[in-house]
């Protein structure tokens, strides 16, 4: 049975002239599987991964996940979570402290917090990384950071939108490898956005392309 279920799901922009940014797009995510969204500036991905996770109101269609409607349940509740391009990592918290904030929302134990920041730090190659400030990572560790902080909580989903635009051509097909390698031993069902063909490929198993709204 498929983890992500998405049902003719479209994104208007009200205004004084409405813009149909996603239109009635299906698609499905098996769990465990990692599929991305591939298409040019401005043919909806941003606006279709938002409507997916729940901070872009749909103006219809569902988004199921294991045959549950989770289309009216706010963001927080839906258990998925999300990495952006610029990571919006938290300036005045540490690399620990940032990994383990949705583990503090969630009023995880300090002890268990802990074990679970310095897993999480492993698992993205930053081991012993923990005390350090964000603000003195590169751009490849902060992406890194931002991975283990949306992992930590152990979403059952993660929409990652173009989590690799932001850097350097060099860094992006290493990280690329780095971001498959990481989401797969997490296990983590997930849905990433990129304009880059060739990062798609390396990303995902799957990929899905885009154009004006629409899947093509
Ligand atoms: P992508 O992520 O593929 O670049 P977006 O989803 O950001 O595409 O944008 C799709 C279309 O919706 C574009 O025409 C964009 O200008 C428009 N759009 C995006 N966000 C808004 C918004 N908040 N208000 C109005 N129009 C928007
Ligand atoms: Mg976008």
């Known amino acids: 049975m498929s983890g992500l279920e ?7 922009y009200q205004g004084s002239d409405p813009v149909t940014a996603v239109d009635a797009v299906s698609l499905s995510v098996e769990r465990g599987e990692i599929v991305a969204l591939l298409g040019p500036s401005g043919c909806g991905k941003s ?3 938002g409507a997916v996770v729940g901070t872009v109101p749909p103006a219809s269609g569902s988004v199921r996940w294991e ?7 706010p963001v927080h509740r839906r258990g998925f979570g999300m990495v952006f391009q610029d990571g919006q990592l938290f ?11 949705g583990l503090e929302m969630a009023r995880v134990s300090r002890d268990d917090r802990r074990a679970r ?18 603000t003195d990572l590169s751009g490849g560790q902060r992406q890194r950071v931002a991975l283990a902080r949306s992992l ?12 690799l635009s932001a850097l350097d051509a060099e860094l992006r097909g290493r990280l690329a490898e780095d971001v498959r390698e990481i989401l797969l031993a997490s296990g983590t069902t997930a849905l990433v956005v990129t304009h880059d063909p060739d ?3 390396v990303m995902a198993s799957r990929v899905l392309r885009m154009r004006d ?3 093509v």
């Not at 998405?6 to 208007?12: A, I, K, P």
């Not at 300036?91 to 904030?101: A, E």
């Not at 920041?117 to 964000?134: H, I, K, N, Q, T």
Request: glycine share 14%.
């Open 91 to 101: 300036p005045h918290r540490t690399v620990g402290r940032n990994v383990g904030f």
């Open 117 to 134: 920041v310095d897993e999480m730090l492993e698992l993205v190659g930053l081991s012993g990384y923990g005390a350090r400030p964000v």
């Open 67 to 73: 045959g549950v409607d989770v289309t009216a349940t």
């Open 199 to 201: 990062e798609a490929g």
């Open 152 to 163: 930590a909580p152990q979403p059952r989903l993660i929409a990652l939108d173009e989590p």
């Open 213 to 215: 709204g629409q899947l």
């Open 6 to 12: 998405v049902d003719g799901l479209s994104v208007v």
């Open 47 to 49: 606006s279709l991964l």
